[in-house]
C-alpha cells in the first residue's frame, strides 16, 4: 500500500450497525463510518438483501444499455427532486467532475468558477481546483483550472455575469464543519438567479439524510441548479449521482460518460437505501440524535474546546489544540472518530447510532480531553 494515508493501526475484521470489531474481538463505536460512507451503520439487513438479490443478475452491463434498476431509481428521485437529469458516477469526486464539467458545457462564453474558503470538493484535477486546502492543491497549481475561493460572506457580492459556478457544500465536512446560514445560502442563491450563474450544491457527505433533511440544501437556504451525492447513497458501495435541472440542458452525446457508473449491482443497493429514506426514520433520527449528542458535546467542560458546531449526523468539536492526539485516544477507549482539518475533532454517526451511543462517545471524548490537557 502507499504511504498515502498513514495509519491507524486497526484493522477491522467485522461490522454491524454502529459498531465494528478488531481481530482480537475488540468492539469499537464507528462514528467514523468510512469517512460517512457508512451511513446506513454496517451490514444493515435490507442493504444486504438487495446486494444478494442483485449478484445473481448481471453486475455491470455498461452505460448506452438500459437496466430497470437504472430506471425505477431515477423515477424515485425525482419524486423528491422534480424534473432533473442525472448522470450516474463511482464516487463523490466523479460527481463534482460532472457537475464542473456540464457547468462549463451550459455556460460556455464565462470565465469564472467560485468556490469557498475551508472547500473541499475532491481530489481529482477538476475537483482539486475546486478544493480550498493549499497543502492538498500546492504541487499540481500549474494544472488546475482556474478557481477563485473567497469568504462565504464574499460570496454573493463575487458573482456576476461572467460567472459560469458557484460551488457550495451546504455545511462544510472536510473544511471543519461549518453550516452556511440560511440567509447567506438564500443570498448566493438570489445573486446566481440574477447573472445567470449555476448554483452547484456538493451534498457528497451532508445529503442523502444525513443532516436532517433529504437535501441538505434545504437546510442552508440553496436551490442548486446542480446537485452532486455520493458517500452514503449506497450505503457505502461506490456510486456517486449528479442531477441538475432538466431545462437546463445536456451534455452534448459523448461529453462525458463512466464505464462503472450505474451499474446494476450497487444501483439496487442504492435504491434499497433509498427506500429506506423514503420510510422517514432515518431522516428524523438524524435530526433527533443529532441535536441530542450536540447537546452532550456543548455540555462537555473543558478548556480544549472553543465550539461545538453540526446538523443531524455531521458534526465537530473544534479544539485549541491539535484533534490528532485526541482522536488516537479516544480509539484506545473504543470510540472512533476522523479528523476535520487541524483542530476538529469530526463525528460521523451513521443512522443506527442511539442515545447510548451518543452518551458513551461524549464520555469518551470529555475523558480524552482531561487526559490531554493533563
Ligand atoms: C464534500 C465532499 N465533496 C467531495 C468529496 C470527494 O468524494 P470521494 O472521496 O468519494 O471522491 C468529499 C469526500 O470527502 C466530500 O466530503
Given at each position: 500500500?502507499?504511504?498515502?494515508?498513514?495509519?491507524?493501526?486497526?484493522?477491522?475484521?467485522?461490522?454491524?450497525?454502529?459498531?465494528?470489531?478488531?481481530?482480537?474481538?475488540?468492539?469499537?463505536?464507528?462514528?467514523?463510518?468510512?469517512?460517512?460512507?457508512?451511513?446506513?451503520?454496517?451490514?444493515?439487513?435490507r442493504l444486504?438483501?438487495a446486494?444478494?438479490?442483485?449478484?445473481?443478475?448481471?453486475?455491470?452491463?455498461?452505460?448506452?444499455?438500459?437496466?430497470?434498476?437504472?430506471?425505477?431509481?431515477?423515477?424515485?428521485?425525482?419524486?423528491?427532486?422534480?424534473?432533473?437529469?442525472?448522470?450516474?458516477?463511482?464516487?463523490?469526486?466523479?460527481?463534482?467532475?460532472?457537475?464542473?464539467?456540464?457547468?462549463?458545457?451550459?455556460?460556455?462564453?464565462?470565465?469564472?468558477?467560485?468556490?469557498?474558503?475551508?472547500?473541499?470538493?475532491?481530489?481529482?484535477?477538476?475537483?482539486?481546483?475546486?478544493?480550498?486546502?493549499?497543502?492538498?492543491?500546492?504541487?499540481?497549481?500549474?494544472?488546475?483550472?482556474?478557481?477563485?475561493?473567497?469568504?462565504?460572506?464574499?460570496?454573493?457580492?463575487?458573482?456576476?455575469?461572467?460567472?459560469?459556478?458557484?460551488?457550495?457544500?451546504?455545511?462544510?465536512?472536510?473544511?471543519?464543519?461549518?453550516?452556511?446560514?440560511?440567509?447567506?445560502?438564500?443570498?448566493?442563491?438570489?445573486?446566481?438567479?440574477?447573472?445567470?450563474?449555476?448554483?452547484?450544491?456538493?451534498?457528497?457527505?451532508?445529503?442523502?439524510?444525513?443532516?436532517?433533511?433529504?437535501?441538505?440544501?434545504?437546510?442552508?437556504?440553496?436551490?442548486?441548479?446542480?446537485?452532486?451525492?455520493?458517500?452514503?447513497?449506497?450505503?457505502?458501495?461506490?456510486?456517486?449521482?449528479?442531477?441538475?435541472?432538466?431545462?437546463?440542458?445536456?451534455?452534448?452525446?459523448?461529453?462525458?460518460?463512466?464505464?462503472?457508473?450505474?451499474?446494476?449491482?450497487?444501483?439496487?443497493?442504492?435504491e434499497a437505501a433509498?427506500g429506506?429514506?423514503?420510510?422517514?426514520?432515518?431522516?428524523?433520527?438524524?435530526?433527533?440524535?443529532?441535536?441530542?449528542?450536540?447537546?452532550?458535546?456543548?455540555?462537555?467542560?473543558?478548556?480544549?474546546?472553543?465550539?461545538?458546531?453540526?446538523?443531524?449526523?455531521?458534526?465537530?468539536?473544534?479544539?485549541?489544540?491539535?484533534?490528532?492526539?485526541?482522536?488516537?485516544?479516544?480509539?484506545?477507549?473504543?470510540?472512533?472518530?476522523?479528523?476535520?482539518?487541524?483542530?476538529?475533532?469530526?463525528?460521523?454517526?451513521?443512522?443506527?447510532?442511539?442515545?447510548?451511543?451518543?452518551?458513551?462517545?461524549?464520555?469518551?471524548?470529555?475523558?480524552?480531553?482531561?487526559?490531554?490537557?493533563?
Amino acid at each position: 500500500m502507499s504511504g498515502l494515508y498513514g495509519s491507524r493501526g486497526l484493522t477491522i475484521v467485522s461490522g454491524s450497525g454502529a459498531f465494528v470489531r478488531d481481530g482480537a474481538g475488540k468492539e469499537y463505536l464507528d462514528f467514523y463510518c468510512g469517512s460517512g460512507a457508512a451511513l446506513f451503520g454496517h451490514a444493515h439487513p435490507r442493504l444486504r438483501e438487495a446486494l444478494a438479490n442483485a449478484s445473481g443478475r448481471p453486475w455491470t452491463i455498461g452505460p448506452g444499455m438500459g437496466a430497470e434498476v437504472r430506471d425505477r431509481l431515477k423515477a424515485r428521485l425525482n419524486r423528491l427532486l422534480p424534473g432533473r437529469s442525472l448522470f450516474y458516477c463511482n464516487s463523490g469526486t466523479e460527481s463534482i467532475e460532472a457537475a464542473l464539467k456540464l457547468a462549463v458545457a451550459l455556460r460556455p462564453e464565462r470565465r469564472k468558477i467560485l468556490a469557498l474558503r475551508r472547500a473541499f470538493h475532491g481530489r481529482t484535477l477538476g475537483a482539486l481546483a475546486l478544493t480550498f486546502n493549499p497543502q492538498y492543491r500546492r504541487s499540481w497549481t500549474h494544472l488546475l483550472a482556474p478557481v477563485l475561493h473567497v469568504r462565504p460572506e464574499e460570496l454573493p457580492g463575487a458573482v456576476d455575469g461572467d460567472t459560469a459556478a458557484v460551488f457550495v457544500e451546504p455545511i462544510q465536512g472536510e473544511g471543519g464543519v461549518h453550516p452556511l446560514s440560511a440567509s447567506l445560502g438564500a443570498a448566493i442563491g438570489a445573486a446566481c438567479a440574477r447573472t445567470g450563474a449555476l448554483l452547484v450544491c456538493d451534498e457528497v457527505q451532508c445529503g442523502w439524510g444525513r443532516c436532517g433533511a433529504f437535501s441538505a440544501s434545504s437546510l442552508a437556504g440553496l436551490e442548486p441548479d446542480i446537485l452532486c451525492f455520493a458517500k452514503g447513497v449506497a450505503g457505502g458501495l461506490p456510486v456517486g449521482l449528479t442531477l441538475w435541472k432538466k431545462e437546463l440542458g445536456d451534455f452534448a452525446p459523448g461529453g462525458h460518460g463512466s464505464t462503472y457508473g450505474g451499474n446494476p449491482l450497487v444501483l439496487a443497493v442504492a435504491e434499497a437505501a433509498l427506500g429506506l429514506l423514503e420510510e422517514g426514520t432515518p431522516i428524523a433520527g438524524a435530526r433527533s440524535g443529532g441535536e441530542y449528542f450536540r447537546k452532550l458535546l456543548k455540555g462537555i467542560d473543558s478548556p480544549l474546546i472553543a465550539e461545538v458546531r453540526g446538523m443531524g449526523l455531521l458534526n465537530g468539536v473544534e479544539l485549541t489544540v491539535k484533534a490528532a492526539p485526541v482522536i488516537r485516544r479516544m480509539q484506545r477507549n473504543g470510540v472512533l472518530a476522523l479528523p476535520a482539518g487541524p483542530s476538529v475533532v469530526r463525528f460521523l454517526p451513521p443512522f443506527p447510532a442511539v442515545r447510548e451511543d451518543f452518551d458513551r462517545a461524549a464520555a469518551v471524548l470529555a475523558d480524552a480531553l482531561k487526559a490531554e490537557a493533563a
